[in-house]
């Protein structure tokens, strides 16, 4: 049997019965379609939280206070946890490499506007490095400056949601806002940044940290230091640098220190890992349909194969092989699957289209999500199609030519 043969017997057999042949096609459709759009939200995902963490500032180390433990995965508030100061950034500033240094204090308050608007959002007192640390920018008004600090100003500098809050479409520059039932007047506005999944900007008010300290809080500490590294070639060089001047200054052991210190790397990763797993998760419960279709494409070959025993009782009496009727049979399983992977693909691009479109969620199509369902489908039609073509092939010619 050449493989024209084989290509005609294949066309021959599929549209003999165009109705259970697309209903057995259907079942791969829904499968691959499932997995490729499962796959598409949990990569597209994936890619949204790790542009989101990257905008929070490039090459950027987070200094908090509290040790990292490894025994919950998240930071100890124990062992006599020290507190962050503003003259640990001044002393983190100094170290070669650092290109911009901000401490922080971040405390919810509620803020409500001259026109009556209220809202309750974030107040993070800072210093003028915060716009390159966390590489924020002003998009009308100025920032925060040295001057501001030392002078305890009661000012403050909007994102675009606190504004829309508290001002609607009115131009909040100049205009007094009250935090924690103090005045400030609005000197600037920041540019749209949009959330991080843990950290919104734009649903935020920037105010001194002087006056954060002093008036709003009455606490000499910060919550939080960024550091902005000047090459990222030297990221891990600032963080030991980082770590051993900090560890120096609190009298601590630099192996078992009283603070942390995150990356964006290490940030990435582990978000990476939670993604991956999710992805995964969605891909296998979407296989499930596919086991499903698989076991349709079994049914349907030996039922093909009971009705055509005649046929394969006289194809081996006038000579063919065993392998030879059980590659035919295979192929018309693998047929089969491709055809349903290659609309399924389709089906699964269709359906992360719309997810994207109508439910405002980020989905991406890959090449590697393309050659899984490819793949998937073929490997379906080997495996369910393995043991009719197998049974098929051994079908002794009398027997099977005396089958009524």
Do not use: C
Not at 236 to 254: I, M, N, Y
Not at 342 to 366: E, K, P, R
């Amino acid at each position: 049997m050449t493989a024209i043969d084989l290509a005609i017997e294949l066309g021959s057999a599929l549209t003999s019965n165009k109705v259970r042949t697309g209903l057995t096609v259907l079942g791969i459709v829904i499968g691959i379609g499932s997995v490729i759009a499962m796959v598409s939200i949990g990569q597209g995902g994936a890619k949204s939280i790790e542009s989101s963490i990257q905008g929070l500032g490039s090459n950027l180390l987070t200094v908090s206070p509290g040790a990292l433990s490894n025994a919950r995965g998240g930071v100890s508030t124990g062992r006599g946890m020290a507190p962050l100061s503003i003259d640990d950034a001044s002393a983190i500033a100094g170290i070669a490499g650092v290109a911009a240094v901000s401490p922080e204090l971040n405390r919810r308050f509620q803020m409500t506007s001259s026109l009556g608007n209220n809202t309750n959002s974030n107040v993070i007192g800072v210093e003028s490095g915060y716009l390159t640390a966390r590489s924020l920018a002003i998009d009308a008004g100025t920032f925060i400056t040295s001057q501001h600090n030392a002078a305890f100003s009661r000012v403050a500098v909007l994102g675009p949601t606190t504004v829309k809050d508290l001002f609607g479409d009115a131009d909040p520059i100049g205009k007094t806002i009250r935090i924690n039932r103090m005045d400030f007047r609005v000197i600037g506005t920041t540019v749209a940044k949009g959330s991080s999944g843990f950290f919104n900007p734009d649903d935020t008010a920037f105010v001194p940290l002087e006056t954060m300290q002093r008036i709003l809080v009455g606490a000499d500490v910060v919550s939080t230091i960024a550091v902005s590294v000047a090459d990222k070639t030297q990221m891990a060089d600032v963080k030991a640098q980082v770590t051993e001047l900090l560890a120096s200054r609190h009298r601590v052991d630099p192996a078992a220190p009283d603070f942390s210190i995150f990356s964006q790397e290490d940030v990435l990763g582990t978000l990476n890992q939670v993604t991956n797993t999710f992805t995964m998760f969605l891909g296998s419960v979407a296989g499930i349909s596919l086991v499903v279709g698989g076991i349709g494409i079994m049914n349907m070959m030996l039922m093909t194969i009971t009705e055509r025993t005649r046929e394969i009782g006289l194809r081996r009496a006038i000579g063919a092989k065993q392998w030879q009727i059980s590659l035919q049979f295979l192929a018309e399983s693998v047929a089969l699957t491709l055809l349903g992977g290659i609309l399924g693909i389709l089906l699964g691009w269709l359906l992360s289209l719309l997810v994207t479109t109508f439910a405002g969620i980020n989905t991406s199509v890959t090449a590697s999500s393309v050659v899984l369902g490819v793949g998937m489908s073929s490997s379906i039609g080997i495996i369910f199609g393995f043991y009719p073509a197998r049974r098929a092939g051994k079908l002794h010619p009398i027997d099977a030519l005396r089958y009524e």
